[in-house]
């Protein structure tokens, strides 16, 4: 018998796989003691152990935990809130809380704040009693002194912040309290839909009062203490190895994978997250989706094109596209669906959507100055969140990210290559020159040579700056798709801090924000940042990310959306989940693309596996769908070098599988066993900036409050750095316009903060009053200057011509005073969005963000334009045209005041 037949016979009884698993010796090499241990937690083969917590695999189909979040259990007593009106934070300036020793009181007496009036704080005087925590179920009643506020709109008409902003009467819908300890929240955006937090004046006097329970058992945050198998998954991929832990979080992730799909056949985002979203579902495809569910995958995305045929952005910062603008992660998703399954029919369904929606981010997005895409931090969508408080929805539009571009890079790379395939070569042209600069304006606007990774964000007005802070999504996704390279990408994994519990979603923190994109873990973050460990070659930052994704879904017994930086703890962020689409997508893709190293290119599927040495043994992964092929995949042995790779016994040339195989086979792959180059691990305490400073300016002096624990503050001049010391004053020297902002740098690992609102000084603007531009509106609205306003909607005013005068020529900033009542800061998709032009040149455009719900007598300014004009009269356009349609896409709408006209070179 020849050695094909002897061979093919093999081939055909599985005797081949069984005698390549045989050859590991079924788990031989595995570690007996712990895989990986910090000071916060350590792993092992079949369990994880964090102090007194601990969880086990009973079997690959069983888990146990005894985890309890201790949340609940030590909470202060001491309570910090603030009021707030309409839903803002607007009551105190930032770091000036209200406290309340909430102790219980005697018998039969009511607990209750002294009346506190608004915007004046109140501090508690007590020292909080060692040992003493908050009692479940303490009442306390909240009273608060509206009598200011009140006087001032019969007065006046409106009521004046701390802020300087303007509250008028008719404006004025409620008042409500945020704060720490639930179900108080600092979650401003988000109180209106929290009326237990509003307070209400009964007898009309003016104080206002409202009553709630702190502490309240329903409130404790508990998980289940067994997982035990209850779907069938067995026509999913299965996985099998040395290690009882991985084998059962792999299986727990199956199941939830199956229960995230609905009714309809879409996703799911997460058991508390119904529907779909356009970030959740694209990042949950590319990580393990298209692989498993791809049928589902597409569906998903197709719920996510509007009826005009291009991507939707979820709703979110001021009313969504374009103060948000990564909706085009969709097409990353849809390029890893058509690499899957190699379906043409789906490529030309998705090939014009991007194509348009590109188109339109071109015009409303890119920045022509840098290359680099505008809006805000891609799925960090909670503004104070990971922006100072100071920027506003229009600012978040303004800012540059470093995720954000990432994924913009991205989609163009992507849509290039979809132009190529189907013929159309000038598209593909256009968008490999649109992916190269910004790959070109990030590696040189946004790196950070003495740190080592990229910067979180350009930011400011109309001198950016770049926060120093990394930014983690963006980080691992500047290496994975090549941004950054290979001598970078090294250094970015290298030197990007992390801290014990996994890489935090922004570092340093944020002070006086608490948990959910500041100070927070995200599992998927972590499959994304293993993602650039391996393709970096780095096994000490692989091994921690493999870590902190197992032991948060093993402690917990299900895949949640986060948890705190700072104690693993998923009770503390601001909202969670359970069975969440993407952390569990995360989880099954640390196997698929990670441990067996499966990459789909358009014709192959490429195999490049990456096994830390503590997770070295045999693994196998069988029952695995490609195209029409069935896999049966047996690895074993560590390190990121393959040292032979077999299809049904014969050598696999380029350790790759064409995509016309069919049938099923068996594929055999032995590492070398040897370990990659050392490199380190950044990992740091958890820390925390100072906060970002509060300047005036008022005398020819800007002033500031001195901060504790803070060695200096910096002093930036239209961007630049003019001036480092420990003063917390500064004199302005005369001259033309300028803009200044202050930083402070303090702590042991002198951190830098926030910069602070940009000062703008100089010479006075012009303005061109709304008069002076088209009939002005009836309707009833205040805090307009001149003799009006006008409307400007898809119908009023689509066209206006700006005729400018200026007295010398040079460069002009451009932007309007405005209103959007259609919506409030944080959601919705009603952003208003118009083109500024010169002739047919054109010049920016103009997003004009909601501001609040019907709040039309909220006014503030828009993003500013910058246009040369020469000395004289010009006459410019702001129109309403295709390209500018929203989410919404009826409701196109704002109010005009004037246009500000500020000459700055």
Not at 205 to 231: F, H, M
Not at 521 to 546: H, M
Not at 841 to 851: E, I, K, M, S
């Given at each position: 018998?020849?050695?094909?037949?002897?061979?093919?016979?093999?081939?055909?009884?599985?005797?081949?796989?069984?005698?390549?698993?045989?050859?590991?010796?079924?788990?031989?090499?595995?570690?007996?003691?712990?895989?990986?241990?910090?000071?916060?937690?350590?792993?092992?083969?079949?369990?994880?152990?964090?102090?007194?917590?601990?969880?086990?695999?009973?079997?690959?189909?069983?888990?146990?935990?005894?985890?309890?979040?201790?949340?609940?259990?030590?909470?202060?007593?001491?309570?910090?809130?603030?009021?707030?009106?309409?839903?803002?934070?607007?009551?105190?300036?930032?770091?000036?809380?209200?406290?309340?020793?909430?102790?219980?009181?005697?018998?039969?007496?009511?607990?209750?704040?002294?009346?506190?009036?608004?915007?004046?704080?109140?501090?508690?005087?007590?020292?909080?009693?060692?040992?003493?925590?908050?009692?479940?179920?303490?009442?306390?009643?909240i009273k608060l002194d509206m009598r200011p506020v009140l006087a001032a709109f019969a007065?006046?008409?409106?009521?004046?912040?701390?802020?300087?902003?303007?509250?008028?009467?008719?404006?004025?819908?409620?008042?409500?309290?945020?704060?720490?300890?639930?179900?108080?929240?600092?979650?401003?955006?988000?109180?209106?839909?929290?009326?237990?937090?509003?307070?209400?004046?009964?007898?009309?006097?003016?104080?206002?009062?409202?009553?709630?329970?702190?502490?309240?058992?329903?409130?404790?945050?508990?998980?289940?203490?067994?997982?035990?198998?209850?779907?069938?998954?067995?026509?999913?991929?299965?996985?099998?190895?040395?290690?009882?832990?991985?084998?059962?979080?792999?299986?727990?992730?199956?199941?939830?994978?199956?229960?995230?799909?609905?009714?309809?056949?879409?996703?799911?985002?997460?058991?508390?997250?119904?529907?779909?979203?356009?970030?959740?579902?694209?990042?949950?495809?590319?990580?393990?989706?298209?692989?498993?569910?791809?049928?589902?995958?597409?569906?998903?995305?197709?719920?996510?094109?509007?009826?005009?045929?291009?991507?939707?952005?979820?709703?979110?910062?001021?009313?969504?596209?374009?103060?948000?603008?990564?909706?085009?992660?969709?097409?990353?998703?849809?390029?890893?669906?058509?690499?899957?399954?190699?379906?043409?029919?789906?490529?030309?369904?998705?090939?014009?959507?991007?194509?348009?929606?590109?188109?339109?981010?071109?015009?409303?997005?890119?920045?022509?100055?840098?290359?680099?895409?505008?809006?805000?931090?891609?799925?960090?969508?909670?503004?104070?969140?990971?922006?100072?408080?100071?920027?506003?929805?229009?600012?978040?539009?303004?800012?540059?990210?470093?995720?954000?571009?990432?994924?913009?890079?991205?989609?163009?790379?992507v849509l290039a290559l979809m132009a190529r395939h189907v013929g159309e070569t000038a598209?593909?042209?256009?968008?490999?020159?649109?992916?190269?600069?910004?790959?070109?304006?990030?590696?040189?606007?946004?790196?950070?040579?003495?740190?080592?990774?990229?910067?979180?964000?350009?930011?400011?007005?109309?001198?950016?700056?770049?926060?120093?802070?990394?930014?983690?999504?963006?980080?691992?996704?500047?290496?994975?798709?090549?941004?950054?390279?290979?001598?970078?990408?090294?250094?970015?994994?290298?030197?990007?801090?992390?801290?014990?519990?996994?890489?935090?979603?922004?570092?340093?923190?944020?002070?006086?924000?608490?948990?959910?994109?500041?100070?927070?873990?995200?599992?998927?973050?972590?499959?994304?940042?293993?993602?650039?460990?391996?393709?970096?070659?780095?096994?000490?930052?692989?091994?921690?990310?493999?870590?902190?994704?197992?032991?948060?879904?093993?402690?917990?017994?299900?895949?949640?959306?986060?948890?705190?930086?700072?104690?693993?703890?998923?009770?503390?962020?601001?909202?969670?989940?359970?069975?969440?689409?993407?952390?569990?997508?995360?989880?099954?893709?640390?196997?698929?693309?990670?441990?067996?190293?499966?990459?789909?290119?358009?014709?192959?599927?490429?195999?490049?596996?990456?096994?830390?040495?503590?997770?070295?043994?045999?693994?196998?992964?069988?029952?695995?769908?490609?195209?029409?092929?069935?896999?049966?995949?047996?690895?074993?042995?560590?390190?990121?070098?393959?040292?032979?790779?077999?299809?049904?016994?014969?050598?696999?040339?380029?350790?790759?599988?064409?995509?016309?195989?069919?049938?099923?086979?068996?594929?055999?792959?032995?590492?070398?066993?040897?370990?990659?180059?050392?490199?380190?691990?950044?990992?740091?305490?958890?820390?925390?900036?100072?906060?970002?400073?509060?300047?005036?300016?008022?005398?020819?002096?800007?002033?500031?409050?001195?901060?504790?624990?803070?060695?200096?503050?910096?002093?930036?001049?239209?961007?630049?750095?003019?001036?480092?010391?420990?003063?917390?004053?500064?004199?302005?020297?005369?001259?033309?316009?300028?803009?200044?902002?202050?930083?402070?740098?303090?702590?042991?690992?002198?951190?830098?903060?926030?910069?602070?609102?940009?000062?703008?000084?100089?010479?006075?603007?012009?303005?061109?009053?709304?008069?002076?531009?088209?009939?002005?509106?009836?309707?009833?609205?205040?805090?307009?200057?001149?003799?009006?306003?006008?409307?400007?909607?898809?119908?009023?005013?689509?066209?206006?011509?700006?005729?400018?005068?200026?007295?010398?020529?040079?460069?002009?900033?451009?932007?309007?005073?405005?209103?959007?009542?259609?919506?409030?800061?944080?959601?919705?998709?009603?952003?208003?969005?118009?083109?500024?032009?010169?002739?047919?040149?054109?010049?920016?455009?103009?997003?004009?963000?909601?501001?609040?719900?019907?709040?039309?007598?909220?006014?503030?300014?828009?993003?500013?334009?910058?246009?040369?004009?020469?000395?004289?009269?010009?006459?410019?356009?702001?129109?309403?045209?295709?390209?500018?349609?929203?989410?919404?896409?009826?409701?196109?709408?704002?109010?005009?005041?004037?246009?500000?006209?500020?000459?700055?070179?």
């Amino acid at each position: 018998m020849t050695y094909s037949i002897i061979l093919g016979a093999l081939v055909a009884s599985g005797i081949l796989l069984a005698s390549c698993q045989s050859r590991s010796g079924g788990g031989a090499g595995a570690p007996a003691g712990a895989i990986w241990q910090s000071e916060a937690y350590s792993l092992y083969r079949d369990r994880v152990v964090q102090g007194a917590h601990h969880a086990r695999a009973v079997s690959a189909t069983e888990l146990t935990s005894n985890y309890r979040s201790p949340a609940s259990e030590t909470q202060s007593p001491l309570i910090t809130f603030k009021f707030s009106l309409n839903g803002k934070d607007n009551e105190l300036p930032p770091g000036q809380d209200n406290t309340f020793l909430a102790l219980p009181p005697a018998a039969g007496a009511t607990l209750e704040t002294p009346v506190i009036v608004f915007g004046q704080r109140y501090v508690e005087p007590r020292a909080v009693p060692a040992g003493q925590y908050l009692a479940p179920n303490t009442k306390l009643k909240i009273k608060l002194d509206m009598r200011p506020v009140l006087a001032a709109f019969a007065k006046q008409g409106f009521y004046t912040t701390f802020k300087g902003e303007k509250i008028y009467k008719q404006d004025f819908k409620q008042v409500l309290v945020a704060g720490s300890a639930a179900p108080l929240s600092w979650d401003f955006d988000n109180l209106v839909n929290k009326p237990e937090l509003a307070l209400h004046d009964a007898d009309g006097d003016g104080i206002y009062e409202v009553t709630l329970t702190l502490n309240a058992p329903q409130d404790a945050k508990a998980t289940a203490q067994r997982w035990k198998k209850s779907l069938n998954t067995d026509d999913f991929p299965q996985y099998k190895s040395a290690y009882p832990l991985a084998d059962a979080l792999y299986n727990l992730a199956l199941e939830e994978a199956r229960r995230a799909v609905e009714p309809d056949s879409t996703f799911r985002t997460g058991k508390e997250w119904a529907g779909v979203w356009t970030r959740d579902i694209s990042y949950s495809i590319i990580l393990a989706q298209a692989t498993l569910q791809p049928k589902v995958a597409m569906k998903s995305l197709l719920r996510k094109v509007s009826p005009e045929g291009r991507i939707i952005q979820d709703t979110g910062t001021g009313g969504a596209y374009p103060c948000s603008s990564d909706r085009v992660i969709w097409a990353v998703a849809a390029w890893e669906i058509y690499k899957v399954t190699g379906d043409e029919a789906w490529l030309r369904k998705v090939y014009p959507i991007i194509k348009k929606s590109l188109a339109e981010d071109f015009q409303n997005v890119y920045d022509p100055t840098t290359g680099l895409a505008r809006g805000e931090s891609s799925f960090l969508d909670w503004r104070e969140q990971t922006y100072p408080r100071w920027m506003q929805p229009v600012d978040i539009y303004e800012s540059e990210n470093l995720g954000t571009n990432a994924v913009h890079f991205q989609a163009n790379t992507v849509l290039a290559l979809m132009a190529r395939h189907v013929g159309e070569t000038a598209v593909a042209e256009r968008h490999e020159q649109a992916a190269a600069a910004i790959k070109a304006g990030l590696n040189q606007y946004l790196w950070q040579e003495q740190a080592g990774y990229y910067g979180q964000f350009r930011y400011g007005r109309l001198f950016p700056v770049t926060s120093l802070r990394a930014e983690a999504l963006g980080e691992a996704l500047s290496v994975w798709f090549g941004i950054a390279d290979a001598d970078r990408a090294k250094t970015v994994v290298a030197k990007t801090p992390t801290v014990p519990f996994g890489i935090s979603c922004i570092y340093p923190q944020i002070p006086g924000i608490s948990p959910y994109h500041n100070d927070a873990v995200w599992p998927f973050v972590q499959t994304f940042w293993a993602l650039a460990a391996a393709k970096a070659g780095n096994e000490a930052s692989l091994t921690e990310s493999i870590a902190a994704i197992y032991r948060p879904a093993a402690l917990f017994l299900t895949n949640k959306e986060n948890f705190v930086a700072g104690n693993g703890d998923f009770s503390g962020t601001q909202i969670n989940s359970s069975n969440m689409l993407w952390s569990l997508s995360g989880s099954l893709g640390l196997v698929y693309k990670i441990l067996f190293g499966l990459h789909y290119e358009t014709d192959r599927l490429v195999f490049q596996p990456f096994v830390p040495q503590v997770f070295q043994g045999a693994r196998q992964l069988t029952n695995f769908k490609y195209r029409k092929a069935v896999l049966d995949i047996d690895l074993e042995g560590f390190g990121n070098v393959i040292k032979s790779i077999t299809l049904d016994g014969q050598p696999l040339a380029g350790a790759a599988l064409p995509a016309t195989l069919a049938g099923r086979h068996a594929v055999c792959i032995v590492l070398s066993s040897q370990a990659p180059a050392p490199a380190r691990v950044h990992r740091v305490e958890n820390r925390f900036s100072p906060a970002t400073p509060e300047v005036t300016y008022a005398n020819g002096r800007l002033t500031w409050p001195a901060q504790e624990g803070v060695q200096e503050y910096k002093v930036l001049k239209n961007g630049v750095l003019d001036a480092t010391g420990p003063a917390t004053e500064y004199a302005v020297t005369p001259g033309p316009y300028a803009e200044y902002q202050v930083l402070a740098v303090g702590g042991r690992a002198h951190l830098e903060s926030f910069a602070s609102e940009p000062l703008p000084v100089g010479e006075p603007a012009i303005e061109l009053q709304a008069e002076a531009l088209a009939t002005l509106s009836a309707l009833p609205y205040q805090g307009f200057t001149g003799k009006g306003f006008i409307e400007i909607s898809t119908t009023q005013n689509p066209h206006l011509n700006l005729p400018i005068t200026v007295p010398e020529a040079g460069f002009y900033a451009l932007d309007f005073r405005y209103a959007n009542g259609n919506g409030p800061t944080n959601t919705n998709n009603k952003c208003a969005i118009r083109t500024l032009r010169q002739g047919s040149t054109l010049l920016g455009t103009v997003v004009l963000p909601q501001r609040g719900v019907e709040e039309w007598s909220n006014w503030g300014f828009t993003n500013a334009v910058l246009v040369r004009l020469p000395k004289g009269t010009s006459t410019l356009t702001l129109a309403y045209e295709p390209a500018n349609t929203n989410m919404n896409g009826a409701v196109n709408q704002a109010m005009l005041d004037y246009l500000r006209v500020r000459r700055v070179q």
